[in-house]
């Protein structure tokens, strides 16, 4: 068979097969990725099938619809009809339940695969337990000390702290008045003026002001 006699082969069974109307775009994109057919090869066979008879085409403004020749097809009574929009029905229903069991399943694999294992998990516990006997032992050497800080030490601490923290902004701001003063009259950079009188700043030491 030749390629062309292919092409019109596929397009013939296909359009049996499904048995409904196509443009010969819609055909080349339905099956161009599992046949490999031209679009020009498929316009032409279609064209060459419906003057041979072999399907039907009908012209819609500038558009042209195949389809299947319904002689071929023996006649369905209403019965049978009936028969198969309750079937189409019951399928319908059938693929919405497997769509949605598909979309639990996906949701169940993707919490299944966040999970650890059964061995990383009895490993992770392994490394609990000793963290927490490292805590214990670390709780009861605290307990057992005899130099523990009283409250009232703790305070006095802390207002120390404060003191010498609100004398070093003090001291930081009247140094930095005093420099800024100095470099108004100053035909150099600041930089310079701190390198020549050997000035080193909080931020040369990389030592920041705690707060209060």
Known sequence: MSKKDNCAAVILAYLNEKNRPYSAQDVFCNLQKQHGLGKTAVVKAMELLAIEGKIKEKIYGKQKIYFADQAQFKDVGDAELKA????????????????????????????????????????????????????RARLEKIKSATNHVTPEE????????????????????LASDMINAIL??????KKEFLDEVGVETDEDCKVVVPNT
């Open 84 to 135: 198969m929009d309750c079937q189409l029905s019951e399928l319908n229903t059938e693929v919405l339940s497997l769509t949605q069991a598909g979309r639990q399943l996906d949701a169940e694999l993707k919490e299944l695969n966040s999970s650890l294992t059964t061995e990383e998990m009895m490993s992770e516990i392994q490394q609990l337990k000793e963290e927490c006997s490292g805590y």
């Open 154 to 173: 703790k305070e006095k601490v802390y207002k120390e702290r404060n003191v010498y923290v609100k004398e070093w902004k003090k001291r930081k701001r």
């Open 184 to 189: 108004e009259g100053y035909p150099k950079s």
